[in-house]
C-alpha cells in the first residue's frame, strides 16, 4: 500500500480521511456499496498503474435514511459528486447545501467538506476521486495522460476548476449518462477491456462536466421544478405530521394531492426520496410509530397502530419487525 497523502502549507499539514463512518456502514450492511480504490479509500483494491491518479470511484444506494455521516475531511484530489436520487446536506467550506436528485458537486484538492447533516438521508450517490498531483499551494495540476482532452480543452477545464467557488451544479442528461456507465463498469469490474471502458466514460464525464460549467447551467423548466417542488412538500408533510400520515392514503388520493398521474408522482417521489410512495408512507407512518411507543407509554399498542394508519395490530407487528428488528412490545421495553 502506498503511503497516505499530505498536504503542507505554510500553516497547516493535512491528511486525508479514512472515511471509518462509511466503512462501518459497509460492513454494517447499511447502505449497498460498489467502488475501486487504490488502498486509502473503502472499495476492491485496484493496482496503482490501472488509470493513475483515479484514487476511488464507484456508488452507494441507500435506501433509507442513515444512522451516519461523513464529517468534514479533505482529499487529496479533485472530488465530483452527482445524487442520482433521493437528497443529503453536502457541506463545503462549513456552507450547507441541501442536495436533491440531479444534482453534482465539485470539490477542489483538500477542500474541507462533509455529508450529511449529521446524518445522509436516502439516495443513490456516485463519485470518484482524482488525484492531480496537488502537494503544496499554488502547485499546477497535473493531469494523467489517460484524459485525453485537448489542450485547450483541458486548460479551460483546469481554470474552471481552480477557480470554482459553487460546489454545487444542476446536472445535464450527458452526466448522468456517464455516471450510470460508470456504475455499470464499477460492478461488473472483471468483465473484459474494463478499463478502457472505464477510461472512455470518464473522458466523457469531464467533458459534460466542462459543458455543464462553461454553460453555468443553473435554470431549469419552471413546471418542472413547480411539479417536483409539490411532490417534495408533499412527501415533506408525510414525514413530519403522524397525524397527516395517519390518514387513509391511497396510491390515487396522493397523487390527486400533488396534482399529477401515478407515473409523474412515482417518478419524483423515487428521486426525492430513493423509494416508491407507498413504501414511502409506510417508513414514515413506523417512525411516527416507533415516536410514540417511547413518548407514549399511556397508549397500547393497537391504539398506536391505528393511529398511524395501519388496519390491524398484527399487520403493523410484521411490518414494525421487519424494519427495526423488534417487535412493537420489545423496541418499547428497550427504549
Same mark, same amino acid.
Given at each position: =500500500?502506498?503511503? /497516505?497523502?499530505?498536504?503542507? $502549507? /505554510?500553516?497547516?499539514?493535512?491528511?486525508?480521511?479514512?472515511?471509518?463512518?462509511?466503512?462501518?456502514?459497509?460492513?454494517?450492511?447499511?447502505?449497498? %456499496?460498489?467502488?475501486?480504490?487504490?488502498?486509502?479509500?473503502?472499495?476492491?483494491?485496484?493496482?496503482?498503474?490501472?488509470?493513475?491518479?483515479?484514487?476511488?470511484?464507484?456508488?452507494?444506494?441507500?435506501?433509507?435514511?442513515?444512522?451516519?455521516?461523513?464529517?468534514?475531511?479533505? &482529499?487529496?484530489?479533485?472530488?465530483? =459528486?452527482?445524487?442520482?436520487?433521493?437528497?443529503?446536506?453536502?457541506?463545503?467550506?462549513?456552507?450547507?447545501? $441541501?442536495?436533491?436528485? *440531479?444534482? %453534482?458537486?465539485?470539490? @477542489?484538492?483538500?477542500?474541507?467538506?462533509?455529508?450529511?447533516?449529521? &446524518?445522509?438521508?436516502? *439516495?443513490?450517490?456516485?463519485?470518484?476521486?482524482?488525484?492531480?498531483?496537488?502537494?503544496?499551494?499554488?502547485?499546477?495540476?497535473?493531469?494523467?495522460? +489517460?484524459?485525453?482532452?485537448?489542450?485547450?480543452?483541458?486548460?479551460? !477545464?483546469?481554470?474552471?476548476?481552480?477557480?470554482?467557488?459553487?460546489?454545487?451544479?444542476? $446536472?445535464?442528461?450527458?452526466?448522468?449518462?456517464?455516471?450510470?456507465?460508470?456504475? /455499470?463498469?464499477?460492478?461488473? +469490474?472483471?468483465?473484459?477491456?474494463?478499463?478502457?471502458?472505464? #477510461?472512455?466514460?470518464?473522458?466523457?464525464?469531464?467533458?459534460?462536466?466542462?459543458?455543464?460549467?462553461?454553460?453555468?447551467?443553473?435554470?431549469?423548466?419552471?413546471?418542472?421544478?413547480?411539479?417536483?417542488?409539490?411532490?417534495?412538500?408533499?412527501?415533506?408533510? !408525510?414525514?413530519?405530521?403522524?397525524?397527516?400520515?395517519?390518514?387513509?392514503?391511497?396510491?390515487? @388520493? =396522493?397523487?390527486?394531492?400533488?396534482?399529477?398521474?401515478?407515473? #409523474? %408522482?412515482?417518478?419524483?417521489? /423515487?428521486?426525492?426520496?430513493?423509494?416508491?410512495?407507498?413504501?414511502?408512507?409506510?417508513?414514515?407512518?413506523?417512525?411516527?410509530?416507533?415516536?410514540?411507543?417511547?413518548?407514549?407509554?399511556?397508549?397500547?399498542?393497537?391504539?398506536?397502530? =391505528?393511529?398511524? *394508519?395501519? &388496519?390491524? $395490530?398484527?399487520? %403493523?407487528?410484521?411490518?414494525? *419487525?421487519?424494519?427495526?428488528?423488534?417487535?412493537?412490545?420489545?423496541? @418499547?421495553?428497550?427504549?
Amino acid at each position: =500500500m502506498s503511503l /497516505r497523502p499530505i498536504y503542507q $502549507s /505554510r500553516h497547516a499539514r493535512y491528511e486525508i480521511d479514512g472515511c471509518e463512518p462509511q466503512n462501518d456502514a459497509i460492513r454494517k450492511g447499511k447502505i449497498n %456499496f460498489h467502488a475501486l480504490t487504490k488502498g486509502h479509500y473503502p472499495g476492491t483494491p485496484v493496482s496503482a498503474n490501472i488509470l493513475p491518479g483515479l484514487n476511488s470511484i464507484g456508488f452507494w444506494n441507500a435506501g433509507d435514511t442513515q444512522d451516519w455521516g461523513l464529517n468534514e475531511h479533505r &482529499n487529496e484530489g479533485i472530488e465530483i =459528486m452527482y445524487l442520482e436520487t433521493g437528497r443529503v446536506v453536502f457541506a463545503a467550506d462549513q456552507k450547507n447545501h $441541501s442536495l436533491r436528485a *440531479g444534482h %453534482f458537486t465539485i470539490t @477542489r484538492p483538500w477542500q474541507l467538506h462533509k455529508l450529511g447533516a449529521p &446524518n445522509i438521508g436516502p *439516495g443513490r450517490l456516485h463519485w470518484l476521486i482524482l488525484d492531480v498531483g496537488v502537494r503544496r499551494p499554488h502547485q499546477e495540476w497535473r493531469w494523467p495522460e +489517460w484524459v485525453v482532452l485537448s489542450k485547450e480543452d483541458l486548460a479551460e !477545464l483546469t481554470r474552471k476548476l481552480r477557480h470554482n467557488e459553487n460546489p454545487v451544479w444542476n $446536472s445535464t442528461p450527458a452526466i448522468a449518462r456517464s455516471f450510470r456507465e460508470i456504475a /455499470r463498469n464499477v460492478a461488473d +469490474w472483471n468483465r473484459p477491456h474494463a478499463v478502457s471502458h472505464l #477510461a472512455v466514460h470518464l473522458n466523457q464525464l469531464l467533458i459534460g462536466v466542462l459543458d455543464a460549467l462553461a454553460a453555468q447551467q443553473t435554470q431549469e423548466s419552471e413546471e418542472l421544478t413547480s411539479r417536483r417542488r409539490a411532490v417534495e412538500i408533499f412527501l415533506r408533510e !408525510l414525514e413530519n405530521d403522524p397525524a397527516y400520515a395517519g390518514q387513509a392514503w391511497t396510491l390515487d @388520493r =396522493m397523487t390527486a394531492q400533488c396534482g399529477m398521474g401515478i407515473t #409523474a %408522482f412515482s417518478k419524483y417521489c /423515487r428521486e426525492l426520496v430513493n423509494t416508491g410512495p407507498v413504501e414511502f408512507l409506510n417508513h414514515c407512518r413506523l417512525d411516527h410509530a416507533a415516536r410514540q411507543l417511547r413518548a407514549e407509554t399511556n397508549l397500547s399498542i393497537t391504539e398506536i397502530a =391505528m393511529a398511524n *394508519g395501519f &388496519n390491524s $395490530s398484527q399487520y %403493523f407487528a410484521t411490518t414494525f *419487525g421487519q424494519r427495526f428488528h423488534l417487535s412493537p412490545t420489545d423496541y @418499547r421495553k428497550k427504549t
